[in-house]
């Protein structure tokens, strides 16, 4: 019988990171040359404190007004971003994104991050799985 795929099996591994004393145009960049939407936030010392999106982003800018460079990461980053063991079952991680109404999961391996996963991977997972399970069939309206 399958089992519920774990975390690691899913998420983007060595995701791109940003410094918490980057500027916001610095990490709206690294988002731009990467296609990413989500930025693994860590401090000086290499520690992940929390998550960046470009939601975030745009959200500080339209309330405070200005330019990237006029702001640090350290304003728009979310520091209570969900945290999850790689070995996470898959299920219990969206049921988390569901209830929590958010859009990504850093994982992590002995507490160190070793990946990322976000709605848009769910979904592209989900396609997948729909073309895995009605091979060949277009959609029926």
């Known amino acids: 019988m399958p089992t519920i795929p774990v975390l690691k099996n899913v ?3 060595f995701p791109h990171t940003v410094e918490l004393d980057a500027s916001l145009a610095e990490a709206q960049a ?4 990467h296609a990413v939407r989500h930025l693994p936030v860590k401090d000086g010392h290499g520690e992940l404190v929390g998550i960046l999106s470009e939601r975030d982003v745009q959200r500080l800018l339209a309330a405070r007004g200005g ?4 702001w640090s990461v350290r304003q728009a980053t979310v520091r209570r971003a969900y945290v999850a063991d790689r070995n996470t079952p898959l299920d219990r991680v969206l049921d988390h994104l ?3 109404r958010i859009s990504s999961v850093l994982a992590t391996k002995d507490g160190r991050l070793a990946g990322i996963f976000t709605t848009v991977d769910a979904c592209r997972l989900l396609a997948d799985l729909l073309r895995s399970q009605f091979p060949g069939g277009d959609a029926v309206a």
Request: hydrophobic letters at 30%.
């Open 98 to 100: 569901v209830e929590e």
């Open 11 to 13: 998420m983007t591994p």
């Open 67 to 70: 330019s990237g460079e006029r």
């Open 30 to 33: 690294l988002m731009e040359e």
